[in-house]
């Protein structure tokens, strides 16, 4: 059974800092490439950042420079740095594990963690 369970949200004030955990469970974790979204209420969920098998990493325009997504595959865990907070990062954050295959491809998703930057 494939598990992705994300840790370390919560209440933090603007300009503060939090880093999310996502540990992987039931998946050959260094296949697959690792996402962060994040749902705002009353919005769609968006993607905040991703990192490729390879490492590769790439961030929604208007977070590069405030948020750094880094894997460790030996703990099959996934970060999320997320520096100068601001109220409008608000949302629920939810790791996502992806990969191709040759007839279509497998997404799984944690069940989120709530962060709320506010004063």
């Known amino acids: 059974q494939v598990q992705l369970v994300e840790s370390g949200g919560g209440l933090v004030q603007p300009g503060g800092s939090l880093r999310l955990s996502c540990v992987a469970s039931?998946?050959?974790?260094?296949?697959?490439?690792m996402n962060w979204y994040r749902q705002a209420p009353g919005k769609q969920r968006e993607l905040v950042a991703s990192i490729s098998r390879g490492d590769r990493t790439d961030y929604a325009d208007a977070l590069k420079g405030r948020f750094t997504i880094s894997r460790d595959n030996a703990k099959s865990t996934v970060y999320l740095q997320m520096n100068s907070l601001k109220p409008e990062d608000t949302a629920v954050y939810y790791c996502?594990?992806?990969?191709?295959?040759?007839?279509?491809?497998?997404?799984?998703w944690g069940r989120g963690t709530q962060v709320t930057v506010s004063s």
């Open positions: 996502n594990a992806g990969r191709a295959y040759n007839k279509g491809r497998a997404d799984y």
């Open positions: 039931g998946i050959i974790f260094n296949l697959y490439d």
